[in-house]
């Protein structure tokens, strides 16, 4: 995700998540805590990275994961991994 001078919104619910999405973790840069909120300074902000007992389900946990983000203006790709997922998967 990339955005700049955005509160992270959400953020929150990572922490609160199980089940399917208890082994996806997300790494923050360019970010700073101010009166207990995070905000993004620039860049890439966010990295989401999930491990599961197959390649579609840790793809799946991690766009899961990413939906409920909220960041304004920011933007990801969908096309991480597709590809092998697709292979995988047939």
């Known amino acids: 995700m990339k955005v700049t001078q955005s509160p992270l919104h959400q953020i929150e619910k990572l922490q ?25 300074t620039g860049g890439r902000v966010l990295s989401v990275v999930s491990t599961a007992t197959d390649f579609h ?11 409920g983000i909220r960041l304004e203006g920011s933007h990801y790709r969908t096309d ?11």
């Open 57 to 67: 389900e840790a793809r799946r946990a991690a766009y899961e994961v990413i939906g």
């Open 16 to 40: 609160e998540s199980s089940g399917d999405t208890k082994f996806v973790e997300v790494a923050h840069a360019a970010t700073r805590l101010v009166d207990g909120k995070l905000y993004a």
């Open 80 to 90: 991480i991994a597709l590809k092998v997922d697709e292979v995988e998967n047939v």
